[in-house]
């Protein structure tokens, strides 16, 4: 922890995390690559489903993970390895716990969640047996996040990398398989994309916690989770519950934002769900560097070092914005090329084509945002960006979708030129609330 070492752990954090965004990226992508031979319903389903799926666990593992990694990242700066168990066990109970809950709803409230959609008999159908099966895995996907945190905030990005690597690994292998009955197996179409990945997650989290169980390095065992521990508790609840909100704010305005695209047809609706997944790209990979932001700045402020927690988030947001610039000018210069493997109909080729060229405009603002996001997050401020999302979502981005698509014409761009100007906003207030600096006095006890 030191301004000479800085670049050095950086690159050493960004990496594999930036790796690993992608391969969870590659899990979607996959899906959607194969399914696309099935043809549009089967796109607009599965794209719609994984989107639903997302939502429940952005909002709800997502914040247990940056808990988990700010809460972890903060003792080890510290250097109180007593603090690190007590935290880690919480953090795992309560995912388990909710965990368990939301598989229950995706068993027997996947129906419902499509019907509000407001698709096509078809798409609801299959939709919904994607759903059912992929949300019903949930818990395991709870564990994987949450483990995931902790070990970051130990400083090993690289352990999370390789296991999303082999799940990935096993769901393009069984995708294959399954979608399209090769061998000894049935053909099960859109059921064996979700049986896939729902097999990717259910690996994933047992593997993930028996290595948070068996590395030395990392004092947790697996009976600590049973040591419910009123202040860690609370602890993980100051920072989970705004991330929860932020993303359930977030998640909401998306709700909304596919009814909006959903309301223009089913072939602007697989466009969008084909788009969101090349888009998904960039932005996993500025998460991968928000990562790196996260756990610098925990473990810096655990040193109280808040300079080199400041310095941490300007460089690597130089960083990412190289990166994601890059991938700007790929997207504005080779649409076409981006969407030749998933081999869609010529109109929703023209639609996803036409959202990408948009989508390339947000890139710099993203980068900005998610690093500077995730910086706050490690220091343990998850107000401030559950106040930027707020901001961003509803009142940016879901009044300029409605009226840039309906009431000014542009129809389909308009969508996406309204999350452009929501991302640019968002940017702007994570800029400013960086140099405003109360995020550098969290403190946990």
Same mark, same amino acid.
């Given at each position: 922890?030191?301004?000479?070492?800085?670049?050095?752990? $950086?690159?050493?954090?960004?990496?594999?995390?930036? +790796? @690993?965004?992608?391969?969870?990226?590659?899990?979607?992508? +996959?899906?959607?690559?194969?399914?696309?031979?099935?043809?549009?319903?089967?796109?607009?389903?599965?794209?719609?489903?994984?989107?639903?799926?997302?939502?429940?666990?952005?909002?709800?593992? *997502?914040?247990?993970?940056?808990?988990? %990694?700010?809460?972890?990242?903060?003792?080890?700066?510290?250097?109180? @390895?007593?603090?690190?168990?007590?935290?880690?066990?919480?953090?795992?109970?309560?995912?388990?716990?909710?965990?368990?809950?939301?598989?229950?709803?995706?068993? *027997?409230?996947?129906?419902?969640?499509?019907?509000?959609?407001?698709?096509?008999?078809?798409?609801?159908?299959?939709?919904?047996? =994607?759903?059912?099966?992929?949300? #019903?895995?949930?818990?395991?996907?709870?564990?994987?996040?949450?483990?995931?945190?902790? &070990? !970051?905030?130990?400083?090993?990005?690289?352990?999370?990398?390789?296991?999303?690597?082999?799940?990935?690994?096993?769901?393009?292998?069984?995708?294959?398989?399954?979608?399209?009955?090769?061998?000894?197996?049935?053909?099960? @179409?859109?059921?064996?994309?979700?049986?896939?990945?729902?097999?990717? =997650?259910?690996?994933?989290?047992?593997?993930?916690?028996?290595?948070?169980?068996?590395?030395?390095?990392?004092?947790?065992?697996?009976?600590? $989770?049973?040591?419910?521990?009123?202040?860690?508790?609370?602890?993980?609840?100051?920072?989970?519950?705004?991330?929860?909100?932020?993303?359930?704010?977030?998640?909401?305005?998306?709700?909304?934002?596919?009814?909006?695209?959903? =309301?223009?047809?089913?072939?602007?609706?697989?466009?969008? %769900?084909?788009?969101?997944?090349?888009?998904?790209?960039?932005?996993?990979?500025?998460?991968?560097?928000? $990562?790196?932001?996260?756990?610098?700045?925990? %473990?810096?402020?655990?040193?109280?070092?808040?300079?080199?927690?400041?310095?941490? $988030?300007?460089?690597?947001? =130089?960083?990412?914005?190289?990166?994601?610039?890059?991938?700007?000018?790929?997207?504005?210069?080779?649409?076409?090329?981006?969407?030749?493997?998933?081999?869609?109909?010529? @109109?929703?080729?023209? *639609?996803?084509?036409?959202?990408?060229?948009?989508?390339?405009?947000? %890139?710099?603002?993203?980068?900005?945002?998610?690093?500077?996001?995730?910086?706050?997050? #490690?220091?343990?401020?998850?107000?401030?960006?559950?106040?930027?999302?707020?901001?961003?979502?509803?009142?940016? !981005?879901?009044?300029?979708?409605?009226?840039?698509?309906?009431?000014?014409?542009?129809?389909?761009?308009?969508?996406?030129?309204?999350?452009?100007?929501?991302? +640019?906003?968002?940017? &702007?207030?994570?800029?400013?609330?960086?140099?405003?600096?109360?995020?550098?006095?969290?403190?946990?006890?």
């Amino acid at each position: 922890m030191s301004r000479k070492n800085l670049h050095r752990n $950086i690159f050493t954090l960004s990496w594999p995390a930036v +790796v @690993e965004h992608l391969f969870f990226t590659v899990t979607a992508f +996959v899906d959607m690559v194969m399914v696309s031979r099935l043809g549009t319903d089967s796109i607009a389903a599965v794209g719609l489903a994984s989107t639903l799926f997302f939502i429940f666990i952005s909002v709800f593992a *997502f914040p247990l993970r940056i808990a988990a %990694q700010a809460l972890t990242a903060r003792f080890a700066g510290e250097g109180s @390895e007593s603090k690190i168990k007590i935290s880690g066990g919480n953090v795992l109970f309560v995912s388990l716990i909710l965990g368990i809950a939301i598989s229950l709803f995706g068993f *027997f409230g996947s129906n419902v969640l499509m019907s509000l959609m407001g698709t096509s008999e078809t798409v609801y159908n299959l939709g919904s047996e =994607y759903l059912t099966i992929v949300l #019903g895995c949930s818990v395991f996907a709870f564990v994987y996040f949450s483990s995931t945190g902790i &070990i !970051r905030g130990m400083g090993d990005t690289r352990t999370p990398m390789f296991l999303m690597g082999l799940g990935n690994v096993f769901n393009i292998i069984f995708n294959y398989f399954l979608i399209f009955g090769i061998g000894i197996f049935p053909r099960l @179409e859109v059921v064996g994309a979700a049986i896939a990945t729902g097999g990717a =997650y259910i690996l994933g989290g047992l593997l993930i916690l028996l290595l948070v169980h068996l590395r030395k390095k990392i004092p947790i065992k697996i009976s600590d $989770i049973k040591r419910i521990d009123p202040k860690a508790i609370q602890n993980i609840w100051k920072i989970a519950s705004p991330a929860m909100l932020e993303f359930g704010i977030r998640r909401t305005s998306l709700f909304f934002f596919l009814k909006m695209v959903a =309301y223009l047809g089913t072939a602007a609706l697989a466009a969008h %769900q084909l788009a969101l997944r090349i888009e998904s790209f960039s932005f996993m990979m500025g998460i991968g560097f928000g $990562i790196a932001s996260n756990t610098l700045v925990g %473990q810096s402020l655990g040193a109280k070092r808040v300079d080199l927690a400041d310095e941490s $988030i300007k460089k690597i947001s =130089y960083y990412a914005i190289a990166v994601m610039s890059l991938l700007a000018f790929f997207f504005v210069l080779k649409p076409a090329a981006v969407f030749s493997i998933f081999k869609p109909e010529m @109109e929703v080729k023209l *639609f996803a084509m036409l959202a990408i060229m948009v989508a390339a405009f947000e %890139q710099i603002p993203l980068a900005f945002l998610i690093v500077i996001a995730g910086g706050l997050n #490690g220091a343990g401020d998850t107000k401030t960006p559950m106040i930027i999302s707020f901001i961003g979502s509803l009142p940016v !981005r879901l009044s300029l979708a409605y009226w840039f698509a309906f009431k000014l014409g542009y129809g389909f761009a308009g969508i996406w030129l309204a999350a452009v100007c929501d991302w +640019v906003v968002e940017a &702007i207030l994570a800029v400013f609330a960086f140099y405003k600096g109360r995020w550098r006095e969290t403190k946990f006890d």
